[in-house]
């Protein structure tokens, strides 16, 4: 098939929306499929439009509709889509639901948060990422006095919704014995928050922001990183969760649904959304205590099957298989 594949972010991004698109257009072409990127649908044929974020895509969606209304519409769900447009922006992202003949939702938790009509259009894709080995971290209890600093990486962008300073607001409680170090990823969205960061480097010895990186350089500081942190206000289902876990790096999170769909339920690394002292003590616990460090891993290695390759094209191609009928 033809696939008109939009994403509100732009070629050049190395925002999450951008890297998702730019995957799944390998994977349908894998599958066989020809597909276009763009922002906005400008009226090509097509066969069928797959379209990341029902509210900022929602004039693309609607347009393809009325061009070609009997081809079938794909929406792949955000996390500002199903936490925060669905309610401020209800009317417009829920249209984007009812002209879509399928929605895509990237953790397990999705259906709780659309209306109850339009789950049986929902299938869960996990993002996929590439296995990284990892290079070996010393712990507390196997280091010597002022020996190699115990790294936290924070691999996000600066915005409001990722909640980017709760790392290093929580490193400032940590005992002055503590080896941690907080190694930020991520540009900042304005410079308000590139001042932001630059304050709290000039006022916070453990904490160091480089800014925006390529994705091979985050992937190789998850090598040697002893842990990451997860901060969010809303996710949709990180694809940095199914990065870390393949790189088998340990992950403490904000318990947020989008990071307990991907994580699950009983996963032993969560803290309350915007709680500094409650990450605090879980940082201070991964370095000190190395049970609890590799039951973090454990629990992230038992969660890989989700995120192999493998599996996000099988359920491409099962998603895809479904609806080719409508498309012809």
Known sequence: MKISLITPAGKGSRGGNRATAVRWSHILRGLGHRVSVAIEYAGEPADIMIALHAWRSARSIADFHKLHPDKPIIVALTGTDIYRFIHTHRATTLRSLALADKLVGLHALVPEAIPARYRDKLKIIYQSAPAIPRRRVAHLSEAKSGSNSFEVLVAG????????????????????????????????????WARRARAEMARNPRYIWRGEVTGSQVRQ??????LMVLSSRMEGGANVISEAVMAGLPVVASKIPGSV??????????????????????????EKDARYLEALRR??????ELFTAAREQRSWRGLLAGIRQLAQ
């Open 157 to 192: 962008h600066l915005r409001a919704e990722k909640d980017p300073m709760r790392a290093a607001k929580a490193a400032r409680l940590l005992p002055a014995a503590s080896r941690v170090r907080v190694l930020h990823l991520g540009r900042a969205h304005d410079e308000t």
């Open 261 to 286: 769909g991907l994580l699950g339920k009983k996963y032993p690394g969560y803290y309350p959304v915007g709680d500094s002292a409650a990450l605090a003590r879980l940082l201070r616990r991964a």
């Open 299 to 304: 629990h992230c290695g038992a969660r890989a």
């Open 221 to 226: 500081h998850m090598r040697r990183a002893a």
